[in-house]
């Protein structure tokens, strides 16, 4: 399976509040995961990144937190912010099999009322 | 340092003509994608590059052929475009093999 599934669609949260997005995989192949956050009309940017032999990844307001025996991580956004308002984006990278790639969820709409 | 460009923005294509999209980089980096990104479907790699002379084929290649001939750029062609070609296209540059660091603006392409 070179799935990245990703939940929720789209998700509502108030100012100050924390923002949760979820993503599953199935293949044991994949072995890096980056989050992206895209603002409309504008290509992804890379928010945070995490190797499976790391739990628990933290770059100011946003946390990556990975469970390599359930096939999950997730991105955790505190004290949200309307600017925070954008599409994130899991993804996975898969290794060998001669293509390399990484594999993207689709996405999450967060809208963070003020 | 101007990143990832792209060009153009934006274009209409009528079906059956061809086009290339243009991207170029000036980090030095080595790795270098394009992906196409429908509404709702997140981001499919369509071609890679690992450097200089060396592309690869992504999830949705049909349609599409790249060429590297230099560091910095990797132009996109479409021959024979069909409606469902129609997409947003992102090119994007890495320093890495295991994330994508770097997109350009993208190009809204729109076949009719």
């Known amino acids: 399976q070179q799935q990245v599934k990703q939940s929720p669609q789209s998700l509502i949260v108030q100012k100050g509040g924390i923002s949760i997005i979820n993503c599953a995989y199935e293949?044991?192949?994949?072995?890096?995961f980056p989050w992206y956050q895209q603002f409309p009309g504008k290509g992804p940017a890379l928010l945070i990144a995490?190797?499976?032999?790391?739990s628990e990844k933290k770059e100011g307001r946003f946390t990556i937190s990975f469970n390599k025996s359930a096939k999950q991580f997730s991105l955790h956004i505190m004290d949200s912010q309307p600017g925070d308002s954008a599409t994130y984006f899991c993804?996975?990278?898969?290794?060998?099999?001669?293509?390399?790639?990484?594999?993207f969820g689709k996405g999450t709409k967060l809208t963070v009322n003020p | 340092n101007a990143g990832v460009t792209q060009t153009p923005k934006f274009r209409i294509l009528k079906i059956g003509q061809s086009m290339t999209l243009q991207c170029t980089q000036d980090?030095?980096?080595?790795?270098m994608y394009w992906y196409r990104q429908d509404p709702g479907m997140g981001l499919k790699l369509i071609y890679y590059s690992v450097g200089a002379g060396i592309t690869d084929k992504g999830e949705v290649p049909n349609g599409y052929n790249v060429s590297r001939s230099t560091t910095e750029d990797f132009p996109l062609r479409l021959e024979l475009a069909a409606p469902s070609q129609t997409s947003v296209y992102f090119c994007a540059s890495s320093y890495s093999r295991w994330v994508t660091a770097f997109f350009g603006q993208g190009t809204r392409l729109t076949v009719v």
């Open positions: 995490i190797r499976p032999d790391v």
């Open positions: 980090m030095n980096h080595n790795y």
């Open positions: 293949n044991t192949a994949f072995d890096y």
């Open positions: 993804a996975a990278f898969l290794r060998g099999g001669g293509s390399e790639k990484l594999v």
